[in-house]
């Protein structure tokens, strides 16, 4: 017997999961996903989100709150009479009423392992601490800001250049095959829980982009893991003098490199830059307006010499 599900999450990490639910032959009786936003060439255009467009190829009505401030959009959640609510990157924080407004409560797919990492940007907050692990979670939801009870943990390695988008792309599948098996051990009635411990909590605030320029006075470890961390978007950078003006340059992906220097300092042709602290080589680069480039075909059009100083 299959469960009613409500599902609720907005980007395309939240898109498997939805996909995977409504395979695995349960009832998505609605969506919630945030309101049609301004997009398109001119930011003219109202577009839906990518879990608005799938529930619509899969059939499913959608639902576009605000907020749940009003009383009428509580009043309709809980006529769904839904067994559960799946919570993926929804991108409100929802009231005890939304919580408590299923029948078995809600449950969320979180990409850390927590209590380390609760928050809005767990995924580029494990990369840019350089943590070597990292996971998907299945909690039961409360009123706190991922505090809940853990149902179930899928853990992945982190590799030492993998990118906050590749990073992405794993636990996204990961977390959708986890909550299948979470539903249907509830629907069981065989999904134990487990309260976060006190210890080792640590908050994933929101990227913010006053902190997105490379600081080339660190040391080169903490460069590579704030680029790989940003990467792809919002995308860390750094300015240089071309032709007399300063242009903003995004790097995507780097490595560590050998050399010294002053920060900033290009060191080779290979685009090894020193650091506060040993050195980084610039693998792929962004201008802006332009496409991503591996480095040696961004140098053909670019002169960044040995001796430039860059930040």
């Not at 209590?115 to 990292?134: E, L, N, S, V």
Request: with cysteine; glycine share 10%; net charge negative.
């Amino acid at each position: 017997m299959a469960l009613r599900i409500i599902f609720m999450g907005t980007p395309d990490f939240s898109v498997p999961t939805l996909k995977a639910l409504a395979k695995a032959g349960h009832e998505i009786v609605a969506v919630y996903s945030q309101p049609p936003r301004p997009g398109g060439r001119r930011g003219l255009d109202l577009q839906k989100s990518p879990v608005h467009q799938a529930a619509e190829e899969l059939g499913i009505p959608v639902f576009n709150p605000v907020n749940f401030k009003d009383p009428e959009d509580r009043l309709i959640f809980r006529a769904l009479n839904a067994d559960v609510a799946v919570v993926v990157a929804y991108g409100l924080l929802l009231p005890v009423e939304i919580l408590e407004g299923t029948r078995l409560g809600a449950y969320n797919g979180h990409a850390s392992l927590l209590p380390r990492w609760r928050g809005a940007a767990p995924i580029q907050r494990a990369i840019m601490a350089g943590d070597a692990k990292t996971g998907m979670m299945v909690m039961k939801m409360e009123k706190g800001l991922d505090t809940g009870p853990v149902a179930l943990t899928r853990e992945v390695a982190v590799g030492a250049t993998m990118t906050a988008g590749e990073l992405h792309d794993i636990l996204m599948e990961q977390g959708a095959e986890a909550m299948v098996e979470a539903m249907a051990r509830l629907e069981d009635g065989d999904l134990p829980l487990v309260t976060q411990a006190e210890d080792g909590v640590l908050y994933a605030s929101k990227i913010e982009k006053s902190e997105t320029r490379i600081d080339f006075t660190r040391p080169a470890i903490e460069v590579h893991n704030h680029i790989r961390g940003l990467s792809p978007f919002p995308g860390a950078w750094f300015e240089v003098e071309l032709g007399g003006r300063p242009e903003r340059i995004k790097v995507l992906s780097s490595e560590m490199a050998d050399g010294n220097g002053q920060p900033g300092e290009v060191l080779d042709d290979r685009l090894s830059i020193a650091c506060g602290y040993g050195a980084v080589r610039l693998t792929r680069l962004q201008k802006a307006g332009g496409k991503p480039l591996d480095a040696q075909e961004f140098l053909h059009g670019t002169q960044l010499p040995p001796g430039l100083r860059i930040g």
